[in-house]
């Protein structure tokens, strides 16, 4: 198997895992009929969200994607997927190009700070960003 194989393995098996222990976290209330609580929260979900990333020499506009999230309170920290725009000045290409980024994001209520990687085929390397997003 390839290295791509495993870590597809091995977040699908951390989802599972995931919602195997959210299942187990909620308690019944004795006082209240079938009240459960909720701490932490684990999800895995597609949000609206508009995010501008930069690594010092491109600028990535992003429009929100898929994401594995761990809820607590108003804090939310996910890796998400990030398809978007990337503008850079790269000749003979274009100056607009659509790709797609992976990566950790910390969110506070609709306020996120992301740090995905890129991929630039040109280069055949991860490009590291940081940026902001809003979340609808």
Same mark, same amino acid.
């Given at each position: 198997m390839k290295k791509n194989e495993y870590l597809l393995i091995f977040?699908?098996?951390?989802?599972f895992l995931l919602n195997t222990l959210k299942a187990q976290n909620n308690t019944v209330n004795d006082n209240k009929? @079938? /009240? !459960? !609580?909720?701490?932490?929260?684990?999800?895995w979900k597609?949000?609206?969200?508009i995010g501008v990333f930069t690594n010092g020499n491109a600028f990535f506009l992003n429009?929100?994607?898929?994401?594995?999230?761990?809820?607590? @309170?108003k804090f939310t920290f996910s890796w998400v997927t990030a398809p978007s725009l990337r503008f850079l000045e790269d000749s003979p290409r274009t100056f607009i190009i659509p790709t797609v980024g992976t990566g950790p /994001?910390?969110?506070y209520k609709k306020l996120?700070? &992301?740090?995905?990687?890129?991929? @630039? @085929?040109?280069?055949? /390397?991860?490009?590291? !960003?940081? &940026?902001?997003?809003?979340?609808f």
């Open positions: 977040v699908i098996g951390v989802f009929k @079938n /009240e !459960t !609580t909720k701490d932490i929260q684990f999800e597609i949000e609206g969200q429009f929100g994607g898929p994401s594995i999230r761990i809820k607590k @309170n /994001e910390i969110a996120a700070i &992301g740090f995905p990687f890129f991929y @630039n @085929n040109a280069k055949n /390397e991860w490009m590291p !960003t940081a &940026g902001l997003a809003y979340k």
